[in-house]
């Protein structure tokens, strides 16, 4: 296969820019795949980090301004990872220049920021947008959401999707610009961890028609420059509780992000159990999912069981690793990045696909939401986008 070659962009040169960078340096593990990136240009306004750039012989532009960017006739595809505050105005920039986006969550800061870029996208649709999340890229995972839109489980009684971290845990950590409002937004850590929650719930159709929330701000102060006690006015961890209706009556759905979860240190996790069977998935067993059944055991009879699948290496596009090797964080990457070029080149077919605006958008309003349920103690209705 003749492959089209796409030129990227990446704006913020760090831990997921440098992620991204090295993804795309292991593209040739792909099998067949229409396109075939190159990383042309990057930006950080640190000229420290863009040294670590140096090293990628297809870069031929390093800059601080990300315009000089939108101006290379190199680059087709920019994929943008800065803080939450800075969305609206660098991804509506790359829209109307032209190029096309792979947007870090919680694409835009709020949902005024949202409905801004999904209204500049809506001016230019000639502009291909998609949004980062990874973890549903994981072989394991796509097991798992394969084995549900089977319709294996049958009525489904509950599900959960949880994103943990254990990163906040110690209360000396210097504040960083994730706890303050301004920067990350009120929604706190459901803008910042929240899609990779709620990405698959939503592409399987699960739209909560009402939710109750419980949110916890575990550590109001942290330590500033100088040492002195600055104030955390973002929420560390959100449990969203919502009620999906379907044919069958509805199901109860939980979505959980946390920046305070002992024991985890970037753990997905998601789990459906129906009348007839269910699935569970966690990365921290990335290579195992779990299938539920009933069986028969010999001398016992009829038993309710949980069995435990390996799923080797192979996720949604294939690749040249051995299927009976293990896949992890990078691989997941790399296959996000395959599924997001492959769509923009319409030759993703029903393979699994990256967020898309409307996805991410639609976060906003459930976050709204699940402040305003916890604010009030009632259930609240998610308003349209």
């Known amino acids: 296969m003749s492959a089209r070659e796409v030129g990227v962009a990446i704006v913020g040169g760090g831990l997921m820019g440098r992620e991204i960078a090295a993804a795309i340096q292991r593209w040739p593990a792909l099998i067949d795949h229409p396109v075939r990136p190159r990383l042309r240009a990057v ?19 390093t800059t601080t301004d990300y315009h000089d960017l939108l101006a290379n006739p190199d680059v087709d595809v920019v994929y943008v990872a800065v803080r939450h505050d800075l969305h609206e105005q660098i991804y509506t920039d790359v829209i109307r220049a ?8 919680p694409f835009g800061i709020d949902r005024a920021a949202a409905k801004a870029i999904l209204s500049t996208l809506a001016e230019h649709p000639e502009s291909f947008v998609r949004c980062s999340s ?24 509950e599900v959960r999707s949880a994103f943990l971290h254990s990163s906040d845990l110690d209360p000396g950590k210097p504040v960083n610009w994730k706890r303050q409002a301004k920067f990350c937004g009120q929604a706190g850590v459901m803008n910042d961890l929240g899609l990779h929650a709620w990405h698959v719930p939503l592409r399987l159709g699960w739209e909560p028609e009402t939710l109750t ?14 040492g002195d006690p600055v104030v955390c006015d973002t929420w560390e961890n959100a449990t969203v509780h919502g009620w999906v209706p379907d044919a069958a009556g509805g199901f109860p759905l939980t979505v959980e992000t946390k920046r305070i979860a002992p024991g985890c240190k970037n753990t997905w996790v998601f789990e459906v159990i129906g009348m007839d069977g269910g699935v569970r998935f ?26 435990a699948v390996e799923a080797g290496s192979q996720s949604v596009w294939p690749t040249v690793t051995g299927g009976i090797f293990e896949a992890g964080f990078s691989d997941a ?13 319409g030759a993703l ?34 308003a349209a986008v």
């Open 43 to 61: 930006c950080d306004i640190d000229p420290a980090a863009l040294e670590w750039f140096d090293q990628i012989e297809s870069v031929t532009q």
């Open 333 to 345: 990457i790399l296959q996000m990045w395959a599924a997001f070029l492959a769509e923009r080149a």
């Open 98 to 105: 032209g190029k096309d986006l792979l947007a870090e969550k």
């Open 213 to 226: 929330a419980v949110l916890q701000d575990l550590v109001p102060t942290r330590p500033g420059p100088d």
């Open 282 to 307: 966690s990365t921290a067993n990335p290579k195992r999912y779990e299938v539920f059944g009933l069986v028969d055991v010999p001398g016992t009879g009829r038993e309710q069981s949980w069995q």
């Open 134 to 157: 990874e973890m549903p890229f994981f072989p394991a995972a796509q097991r798992a959401i394969d084995y549900v839109r089977s319709g294996a489980p049958g009525r489904i009684i």
């Open 349 to 382: 077919g029903d393979r699994f696909g990256t967020a898309t605006p409307a996805e991410a958008a639609r976060t906003h309003e459930l976050y709204a939401a699940a402040a305003e349920a916890h604010e009030t103690g009632r259930r609240v209705q998610p």
